[in-house]
């Protein structure tokens, strides 16, 4: 059991993340000093994953406070809301990022002294609990295969894109130590192959057999036999259990639905967002068409062609088996399962 994959330390009073860009080719780790550098990393996918992307913003607030209270120690708790804001505008699906700035900016309001110390140790709370989460995710999510059988995944919902261990690698992760996993399948990915380069290159760490497929691959895998679950973690949950997640996500739920393969949705409650009623609210991230249309800095299209990049999409909560959270487990989600989940 490799549990070393942590992608984020706070070190020598800085913050430092592994480049996640040139995973597993190069294994570098890049160090921040102030707000403004941590928020260009997480739009530039230094660092990525929705939980990975809320801790990191943490770690900024802290860099943020340390920053503000040097200029003025009467007026810091003013001049951190630039940073703040830059911090919250870095991408916009992933929920986790505004629930950590959220959770700092409460942290803040407390504080009358020096800030650092209070928000680095919140911080660091934030990134433990995250770790802690999904542990308990991995048990629950593990219980819920009841026979041997191989998996598909898409993305990377690892150690590398949370605290550490992962929501969906965390779930099989567990599944693979109780011996409940035969195989795991994991999408490429395009345009980012967060599938091949990271996914894959966390399963090897730990023997667990890991198979690519191309995008597109697995309704043909599903239809030859040996998958009982899609395993996947999640950027924003609605309040009706509709699930954005990377794109190709909703196509491969589809798939799941057509040949009697099981959806499972790992995420920690930190992912849900119970401000928004359904799916059709998310806020859905457009990048660059260069990510599509270029490979490895090159271009690979057709001159003239574009690029549609939309880079998550929202799968249905009536396509979803189950949603498990750190607080237990929603199989065949609906608005008020999810109410009672989040006791409100
Ligand atoms: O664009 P990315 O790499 O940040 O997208 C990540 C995903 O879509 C993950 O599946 C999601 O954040 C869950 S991570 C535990």
Request: aromatic letters at 6%; proline letters at 4%; charged letters at 20%.
């Amino acid at each position: 059991m490799n549990d070393a994959i942590i992608p984020i330390k706070w070190e020598n009073d800085q913050l430092q993340l592994i480049d996640q860009r040139v995973l597993p080719q190069e294994y570098n780790w890049l160090s921040y000093n102030d707000a403004p550098s941590v928020a260009q990393a997480i739009t530039d996918m230094v660092v990525r994953g929705a939980p990975a992307i809320g801790i990191t913003a943490a770690f900024g607030v802290v860099l943020a406070a340390r920053a503000a209270y040097e200029q003025s120690v009467s007026d810091w708790k003013n001049i951190i809301k630039k940073d703040m804001d830059l911090l919250a505008a870095s991408r916009p699906t992933a929920v986790n990022l505004f629930w950590a700035l959220e959770r700092m900016g409460l942290c803040i309001h407390t504080i009358d002294t020096n800030p650092v110390p209070v928000l680095l140790s919140e911080a660091q709370k934030i990134h433990e609990e995250d770790i802690q989460a999904n542990k308990t995710m991995g048990d629950l999510g593990a219980s819920l295969l009841k026979d041997k059988c191989s998996v598909i995944t898409h993305c990377n919902a690892g150690a590398l894109a949370t605290g550490g261990y992962g929501t969906a690698l965390g779930v099989i992760r567990s599944a693979w130590r109780e011996g409940k996993i035969e195989r795991v399948y994991a999408d490429e990915t395009r345009p980012w192959l967060q599938g091949s380069r990271l996914t894959a290159w966390e399963m090897v760490q730990e023997n667990i057999p890991v198979t690519l497929l191309c995008d597109g691959a697995s309704a043909h895998r599903m239809k030859q036999g040996g998958i009982g679950w899609v395993i996947v973690g999640s950027d924003r949950i609605a309040g009706n259990g509709d699930v954005a997640n990377k794109i190709g996500t909703y196509h491969l739920a589809i798939a799941a639905k057509y040949h009697g393969v099981k959806v499972m949705v790992a995420a920690p409650t930190s992912t849900i967002d119970m401000s928004i009623k359904s799916g059709v609210d998310i806020p859905i991230e457009q990048r660059g068409a260069d990510e599509i249309l270029s490979l490895g800095g090159k271009r690979i299209a057709a001159e003239g062609a574009e690029a549609w990049n939309q880079a998550f999409d929202v799968t249905p909560a009536n396509l979803v088996d189950a949603i498990v959270t750190e607080k237990g487990v929603v199989e065949h989600p609906t608005a008020e399962k999810m109410v009672r989940l989040m006791g409100q």
